[in-house]
């Protein structure tokens, strides 16, 4: 299959460059190559190329950065999305896009999201990434949106190194207790793609890691399976921990479509921790 993806240089963007390149013709666009919210260069890309699928893994991803910057938030969330849909409609690809749990409010405690229960974002971020859920189905007519949920994998920052780089150097951390989703590993995600691709899948689908815990329990599962203590993390909940945008206090998602259409290959969020802490040489 021939796989144009963008935002090449993000974590989740270099994980499926990386693990999409062996078995497709990938051909990846960092920022530099390819800014998607310039319309020419992403239609004359899409028609030179003529790719089966084009996966945007681009996107203004500063939560708290988006409620300063809320144009620039708009147009790399909403407007680069409508021209990667009406570029891959043109050329009869598919389009995959990712959102966020962040288009829920979370003022509930249980049970998990499913698909059609209604958004309602809290902060710039979420209701920017809505509205490009909204741009890639409308747009392009074999679109499919996976909502994900707390990413990390190698290749930027991510919450999953940084407590267990903070631990290693002895340093403490706040972290709160009262946020509760579920850690989604890069690899997992880029698996769950190719099955998508591979059966044709369609419309939206929350595809986020088995299981909940909130942040704290997230660090100190990373700290016990990487074999360090856990006492430098400190539990906050999330009014001590002064943050510009409003987080969701409960975001975990139900891979409700995914199990419906028997697709879902996501796993447990701890085994796919341990999996990452392994590849990064940190399991002991
Ligand atoms: N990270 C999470 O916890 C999380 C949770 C739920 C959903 N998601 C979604 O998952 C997807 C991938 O996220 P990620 O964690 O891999 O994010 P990431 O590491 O921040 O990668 C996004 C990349 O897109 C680039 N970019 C920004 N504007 C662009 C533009 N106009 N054209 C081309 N590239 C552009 C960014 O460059 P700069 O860094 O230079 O801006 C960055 O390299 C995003 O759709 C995100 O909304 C992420």
Redesign the pocket.
Same mark, same amino acid.
Request: aromatic share 14%; proline share 0%; net charge neutral.
């Given at each position: 299959m021939k796989i144009m993806i %963008? *935002?090449a @240089? +993000?974590?989740? *963007?270099q994980r499926l460059a990386r693990d999409l390149g062996p078995r497709n013709d990938v051909r990846a666009f %960092? =920022?530099a190559d390819? @800014?998607?919210?310039r319309l020419d260069p992403v239609y004359q890309t899409a028609r030179e190329i003529k790719p089966d699928a084009i996966i945007?893994?681009?996107?203004?991803?500063?939560v708290d950065r988006c409620e300063d910057e809320i144009d620039a938030a708009y147009?790399?969330?909403a407007v *680069?999305v409508r021209n990667l849909a009406v570029a891959a409609d043109s050329v009869g690809a598919r389009l995959v896009?990712?959102?966020? @749990?962040?288009v829920f409010d979370g003022e509930r405690s249980g049970p998990p999201y499913r698909e059609y229960d209604t958004p309602n974002p809290l902060s710039v971020y979420g209701k920017s990434?809505l509205t490009g859920e909204r741009e890639a189905l409308q747009n392009c007519g074999r679109g499919m949106v996976l909502?994900?949920?707390?990413? =990390?994998g190698p +290749? *930027?920052w991510?919450f999953t190194d940084w407590v267990v780089d903070q631990a290693r150097q002895g340093k403490e951390m706040r972290v709160v207790t009262d946020q509760i989703g579920t850690p /989604?590993w /890069?690899g997992d995600v880029v698996r769950q793609v190719a099955r998508l691709l591979d059966e044709d899948g369609r419309g939206l689908y929350h595809a986020t890691g088995g299981g909940e815990c909130s942040r704290y329990e997230w660090a100190c599962e990373a700290l016990r399976l990487a074999g360090l203590p856990t006492e430098r993390v400190i539990p906050v909940t999330s009014e001590a921990l002064v943050q510009k945008a409003p987080r969701p206090r409960y975001s975990v998602l139900d891979n409700f479509f995914l199990r419906g259409q028997d697709l879902d290959v996501m796993r447990d969020w701890r085994e796919a921790l341990s999996e990452h802490l392994n590849e990064a040489g940190a399991l002991t």
């Open positions: %963008c *935002g @240089d +993000g974590k989740l *963007g %960092c =920022y390819l @800014d998607i919210e945007n893994a681009a996107a203004f991803t500063a147009r790399a969330n *680069g896009h990712f959102s966020t @749990d962040f990434k909502r994900l949920a707390w990413v =990390y +290749g *930027g991510n /989604t /890069t």
